[in-house]
């Protein structure tokens, strides 16, 4: 299975609230293994930007530790599986821990 899996950084770390952060790293998936990364800057936050953006990129998943209701219907619809409430802060760990179903998640810290 083949998947490409959005995480939000900013200062090198997990961000919290994927909507307000400084970069997008893509971990480019085949058969549960990272093959490739790729850092991308997003566009300004603005409503229905990011998913638009991500689902261009190919995108297929993303690992939040908050997101607003609305976006993860618009993700929804676009065949993305959110997975918010991540618990973490390095990145490579948390695609690591999804990938082998070990993935820590908490409560959805956004609340918009």
Same mark, same amino acid.
């Given at each position: ?16 609230? !994927?909507?307000?952060? =400084? ?22 936050? #603005? ?12 995108? @297929?998943?993303?690992? #939040? ?9 618009? !993700? #929804? =619809? @676009?065949? /993305?599986? /959110?997975? /918010?409430?991540?618990?973490?802060? =390095?990145?490579?760990?948390? /695609? ?10 908490? @409560? ?5």
């Amino acid at each position: 299975m083949n998947e490409k899996i959005a995480v939000p950084v900013a200062q090198g770390q997990f961000a919290m609230h !994927f909507g307000h952060c =400084e970069k997008f790293i893509i971990f480019e998936v085949e058969n549960k293994k990272v093959k490739n990364t790729t850092a991308i800057i997003p566009p300004p936050h #603005a409503p229905g930007v990011l998913p638009k953006f991500l689902g261009e990129q190919g995108v @297929n998943c993303i690992i #939040a530790g908050g997101m607003g209701m609305r976006a993860q219907e618009l !993700f #929804a =619809e @676009n065949g /993305v599986k /959110v997975i /918010v409430g991540a618990i973490g802060t =390095e990145p490579n760990k948390l /695609v690591e821990e999804y990938l082998s179903d070990s993935l820590q998640k908490g @409560n959805n810290i956004c609340d918009h």
